[in-house]
């Protein structure tokens, strides 16, 4: 996984909400209960947690949380968020293959942070766009990438985009039984997966 993939995550990101910053960004985001504007800032927040995760690297949580910034635009937010996956992108450049740190769903590599920042952008940016009433429909080699990643025991045979979605417990999947809300990914390398299924159980 190249970490250049974050660029192009935060570029389906703003190519979809870009049109919109005039809009009402405290409507409810999708299926969340936070607002659109809420959920842009964890977005950029949690791209700030990974680029510290990995370039530390930390073995443990950092004990800050997200912060709401009422001067910010939405235009604003997604500045920030874009320079944050470019910084995602070039620590996990300079970050050995060998280096791990903290997750909640395990030890994670560089890959996994960049897969990770992407899942991030790509499901959140889809809340987002359900909010303000638009589809998102983001390059599908990328979100495959993802999925391969963070989701091992994902099929492979069916829409990566609804794949994903499904993953994460937002949508139903044909054949394929729904996923709860206790859903998790695999944030330590696929190499070290154990071929179950994980939840958040998985991890406690």
């Known amino acids: 996984m190249q970490p250049e ?14 049109p919109v910053v005039s809009a009402d960004w405290s409507t409810r985001a999708g299926g969340l209960d936070w607002d659109c504007r809420t959920t842009v800032e964890h977005v950029g927040h949690a791209l700030d ?24 635009t939405p235009a604003d937010l997604l ?4 320079l944050r996956a470019a910084v995602l992108c070039q620590v996990a450049r300079a970050a050995s293959p060998e280096t791990r740190g903290y997750h909640t769903f395990g030890r994670s590599d560089r890959d996994g942070y960049v897969a990770m920042g992407c899942i991030e952008m790509l499901v959140h940016t889809d809340d987002v766009a359900k909010g ?13 990438q993802v999925l391969a990643r963070l989701f091992p025991w994902a099929p492979t045979d069916t829409d990566p985009w609804q794949t994903l979605q499904w993953a994460t417990g937002r949508v139903d999947l044909p054949g394929h039984a729904r996923v709860g809300a206790d859903w998790a990914w695999h ?16 991890y406690r």
């Open 5 to 18: 993939i974050a660029r192009h995550a935060a570029e389906a990101m703003l190519g979809t909400l870009g």
């Open 49 to 72: 947690r990974y680029s510290l995760y990995l370039a530390g690297p930390d073995t443990k949580r950092l004990p800050f949380q997200l912060v709401s910034h009422p001067e910010c």
């Open 79 to 82: 500045h920030i968020v874009e």
């Open 132 to 144: 303000m009433g638009l589809v998102f429909n983001p390059p599908a080699d990328l979100v495959r």
């Open 187 to 202: 944030a330590s390398p696929v190499s070290e997966w154990d071929g179950t299924v994980k939840t958040q159980a998985s």
